[in-house]
Nanobody, 125 residues
Framework: QVQLVESGGGLVQAGGSLRLSCTVS????????MGWFRQAPGKEREFVAA????????YYADSVKGRFTISRDNTKNAVYLQMNSLKPEDTAVYYC??????????????????WGQGTQVTVSS
């Protein structure tokens, strides 16, 4: 089994920054492509960012381009989401996700097999 644990969420004012972390229990972390999704109350889960390691590609939702950056540290089995210039509409539970393989549908939640429990991000006006 692959276990993912998110951390780094919290309450910030608009314009502030947070860095989310996701640690992966599996030794084969290098073989997994990683993504970040979020879900606001009453809304469907939506794609935020993804890292296609084998191809060196990153993917971002239009709503976060230029503000969020996804990265990973293979020595720590961790993936990060640096969030800058946060807006109230960024308020959501953020989930780390993993998939084995790197097909083209990196933005689809249905391509990911493993999920963390989520970490709350709240941005006040």
């Amino acid at each position: 089994q692959v276990q993912l644990v998110e951390s780094g969420g919290g309450l910030v004012q608009a314009g502030g920054s947070l860095r989310l972390s996701c640690t992966v229990s599996k030794r084969t972390f290098i073989s997994y492509n990683m993504g970040w999704f979020r879900q606001a109350p009453g809304k469907e889960r939506e794609f935020v960012a993804a890292f296609r390691w084998s191809a060196g590609n990153t993917y971002y939702a239009d709503s976060v381009k230029g503000r969020f950056t996804i990265s990973r540290d293979n020595t720590k089995n961790a993936v990060y989401l640096q969030m800058n210039s946060l807006k109230p509409e960024d308020t959501a539970v953020y989930y780390c996700a993993a998939r084995l393989g790197g097909g083209p549908q990196m933005r689809s939640e249905y391509e990911y097999s493993y999920w963390g429990q989520g970490t709350q991000v709240t941005v006040s006006s």
